[in-house]
Nanobody, 125 residues
Framework: EVQLVESGGGLVQAGGSLRLSCAASGFTFDDSAIGWFRQVPGKEREAVSC???????????DYADSVKGRFTISSDNAKNTVYLQMNSLKPEDTAVYYC???????????????WGKGTLVTVSS
């Protein structure tokens, strides 16, 4: 059974940092794509970042324009875990953050195959 479990959300002041984790199980982590998406009530789920590793090396990583230069995606393949380091957080980053898995990265959420339940990030001004 594929499982994705997010953690690390919380309340932070604007300008602060958080690191989200996505622990994956039930599928071959290497050669799979893991993406981060976020959603606020009333809005469509949007892509934040996505990465794919092969033989333990990152072969692809990309970011939404809104987070480039502030967020960094990384992985620890030994732990089957993907991280999203979020720096210089802004109130508009407030959302539920989800990780998702698929065979390759998609920035269209409907194309991702598996989803976690999400973790809430709140950035106060």
């Amino acid at each position: 059974e594929v499982q994705l479990v997010e953690s690390g959300g919380g309340l932070v002041q604007a300008g602060g940092s958080l690191r989200l984790s996505c622990a994956a199980s039930g599928f071959t982590f290497d050669d799979s794509a893991i993406g981060w998406f976020r959603q606020v009530p009333g809005k469509e789920r949007e892509a934040v970042s996505c990465m794919r590793t092969s033989d333990g090396r990152t072969v692809y990583a990309d970011y939404a324009d809104s987070v480039k230069g502030r967020f960094t995606i990384s992985s620890d393949n030994a732990k089957n875990t993907v991280y999203l380091q979020m720096n210089s957080l802004k109130p508009e980053d407030t959302a539920v953050y989800y990780c998702a898995a698929a065979g390759q990265c998609y920035f269209q959420y409907s194309l991702m195959d598996y989803w976690g339940k999400g973790t809430l990030v709140t950035v106060s001004s």
